[in-house]
């Protein structure tokens, strides 16, 4: 899941399916880095959340996780 | 906690939650309204949307009124956020706090806000004149950085 400028910078993305069994939380940012390299600053200041708990770089994936890059946030 | 947090897509019933958080052991209700300006650093905004990803905002912050009625030792908090689109003047979030005493009514009305603000997935996108944009946003705290 992709949030508010995620959303618009990666639009025309297709979202990584296939992931090696060990993929980490960092696997799926290198998809978004190498798809996009002149944004790929953007994903420095972000967090990310698998199945609606932060997590880190290292958090490791496992089938069916719900993982979701969150910009820096604005509400209130 | 469920029925202190709220994610709403209507005005926020300001004055009824008002009404409904008093109670007879309270000597004060803190209440914070986050509103929407008509300006960003003087380029005039025309409405905002606000868009979370809700499951987590939820959840995030029912752990914050948890920890604050802990914390603060406040007898009750109430924190609604509106998504969608908001109109200048109208209120985008509301926080009230009802204890026996002031000080911590308005300590933790402040630090909920504060985190609000720092750590729960909500966006909010600007619409001006000439063009919308995503705010910049907080920076993340180190803890919750990926």
Redesign the interface.
């Known amino acids: 899941l992709l949030f508010g400028v995620l959303k618009d910078v990666y639009a025309s993305v297709p979202a990584p399916s296939e992931m090696p069994s060990g993929a980490t939380v960092d696997s799926i940012l290198s998809h978004y880095r190498q798809s996009v390299p002149q944004q790929a600053p953007l994903l420095k200041s972000i967090a990310v959340a698998v199945n609606s708990e932060f997590a880190r770089l290292s958090t490791k994936l496992n089938d069916g996780d719900e993982v979701a890059l969150l910009p820096p946030v604005s509400g209130g | 906690v469920a029925n202190q947090v709220k994610l709403v897509r209507a005005p926020i019933a300001v004055a009824e939650l008002q009404q409904r958080i008093r109670d007879g052991s309270d000597g004060a209700v803190c209440v914070f309204e ?1 509103i929407v300006r008509n300006n960003t650093r003087g380029r005039l905004t025309q409405y905002l949307e ?4 809700e ?3 939820q ?1 995030e912050l029912e752990r914050l009124v948890q920890q604050a009625m802990q914390q603060f030792a406040v007898r009750e908090v109430i924190v609604h ?1 509106r998504l969608g689109r908001i109109e200048i003047c109208e209120a ?2 509301f926080i009230a706090v009802a204890s026996a005493h002031r000080a911590a009514a308005f300590d933790a009305c402040r630090w909920l ?1 504060d985190m ?10 600007e619409f001006f004149v000439d063009g919308a944009v ?7 705290p180190a ?4």
């Open positions: 986050g606000y868009e979370a990803y499951t987590m905002a959840q956020h985008s979030v806000i609000l603000k720092k750590q729960v997935p909500i966006w909010k996108k995503w705010a910049d946003g907080e920076p993340f803890e919750v950085k990926a």
